[in-house]
């Protein structure tokens, strides 16, 4: 393919050094937007115009019975949660949480950093 072609089309690529990292989080600032744990670079005509992270940051989905559960034991089970993860090597992790959720008003003193709202959506590939 000629270098002409090749600078025209999108791609993804993976992340392989730190200035490449630099790179995304300047760019990503520009655009008003924070980069979390990214593992690919999605490039356009040579430059970055964003990030995929792919299976690099775990996800917790939790569900515990609101009528069953008390404050208490959701603190414990969690801490329990986030203590088998540590063992596994895990440093960090996203979990969503629905505006009805009793830990919602709690995220922020439970040390997390709210990131703003989006859906989440399922897809099997």
Excluded at 13 to 19: C, G, L, N, R, S
Excluded at 21 to 32: F, I, N, R, S, T
Excluded at 39 to 64: D, Q, R, T
């Amino acid at each position: 393919m000629n270098e002409t072609l090749a600078l025209r089309r999108t791609e993804i690529v993976p992340i392989t050094a730190p200035e490449q990292v630099q790179e995304l989080v300047q760019a990503a600032a520009a655009d008003h937007h924070i980069v979390i744990a990214p593992s690919h670079l999605a490039m356009k005509e040579g430059e970055v115009v964003g990030y995929a992270s792919i299976g690099s940051i775990p996800l917790f989905n939790v569900w515990l019975d609101s009528r069953k559960v008390q404050a208490l034991d959701s603190l414990r089970l969690l801490k329990n949660a986030e203590a088998m993860a540590r063992q596994m090597g895990v440093r960090q992790y996203l979990m969503p949480c629905a505006h009805t959720s009793p830990f919602h008003p709690h995220m922020e003193r439970l040390g997390f950093t709210r990131l703003g709202f989006s859906e989440l959506n399922w897809k099997r590939i």
